[in-house]
């Protein structure tokens, strides 16, 4: 079944991508396989599949599972980070898409510094400012960024934002839309020691929509997986 879920959010990913108006429709599109609350035998049936990247929301959850899982694949840090984890951030992932302070910039430009790694990041954008959510808000956005560009141990390569839970999910619409301009803005942006290439936004409920309004990367869990176990 989950083999069957990947290769049929994959197609709608290509239907997506026929759909678009404003973005190349050849556009390529990394799907992440968010493997929060799934088992190693769930996440290995997805890389059999064709999964080349799999998200995790908690650093401890991710630990658990790198040492047994036996299988390449690339892991991104989709969720919330604490500063005092920085330092196992940076050993474990090899891309952060939430990097939503200069604080936790700092951090993992420190912890990166002490492996003598260049850890590959994204600026979290909080475009609707829910409180519940973090992120960087968009007037605050371009010091941040010019933060993370000088950092010697960061590598800027884009945004991230996740977009409110709608009941109607077209009303995600606008704000990726929004997130779009931003990110094609951000990319005549001055920043030497950056490559703005990703935009990180849709998740199961809104990842057409998402990729229909310019998404190059989305965080797919539910629709591969079924339900959490929790």
């Known amino acids: 079944m989950i083999a069957e879920n990947f290769h049929q959010v994959m197609a709608e990913i290509e239907a997506a991508k026929a759909r678009r108006t404003r973005v190349l429709k050849d556009a390529p599109v ?3 396989a968010v493997t929060k609350n799934h088992d190693v035998a769930a996440m290995r049936e997805a890389i059999d599949a064709g999964a080349t990247d799999v998200g995790e929301n908690r650093i401890q959850e991710a630990m658990g599972k790198y040492d047994v899982l036996d299988r390449d694949v690339t892991w991104h840090l989709i969720g919330h980070l604490q500063t005092n984890k920085a330092k196992y951030a940076v050993k474990y992932f090899s891309l952060i898409h939430s990097v939503d302070t200069p604080h936790l910039a700092r951090a993992l430009d420190k912890e990166a510094g002490k492996l003598g790694k260049v850890q590959d990041v994204l600026v979290q954008v909080n475009l609707a400012k829910e409180a519940s959510k973090s992120g960087v808000y968009k007037e605050d956005l ?3 960024l010019e933060l993370v560009d000088s950092l010697p141990h ?3 390569v ?3 934002c996740i977009a409110p839970n709608y009941e109607d999910v077209e ?3 606008p704000l990726f839309h929004e997130m779009y301009e931003i990110f ?3 990319k005549e942006i001055p920043l030497p020691a950056s490559n703005i290439k990703y935009l990180s936004m849709g998740m199961t409920h809104d990842y057409r929509i998402a990729v229909e309004e310019g998404a ?3 965080r797919v869990g539910t629709a591969i997986f079924g339900p959490r176990q929790y």
Do not use: E, F
Request: positive net charge; charged residues 15%; proline residues 5%.
């Open 30 to 32: 990394q799907l992440v």
């Open 142 to 144: 371009r010091p941040m």
């Open 154 to 156: 960061l590598h800027l």
């Open 158 to 160: 884009g945004l991230m």
């Open 171 to 173: 009303a995600c619409r």
């Open 184 to 186: 094609q803005k951000v």
């Open 216 to 218: 190059n990367i989305v």
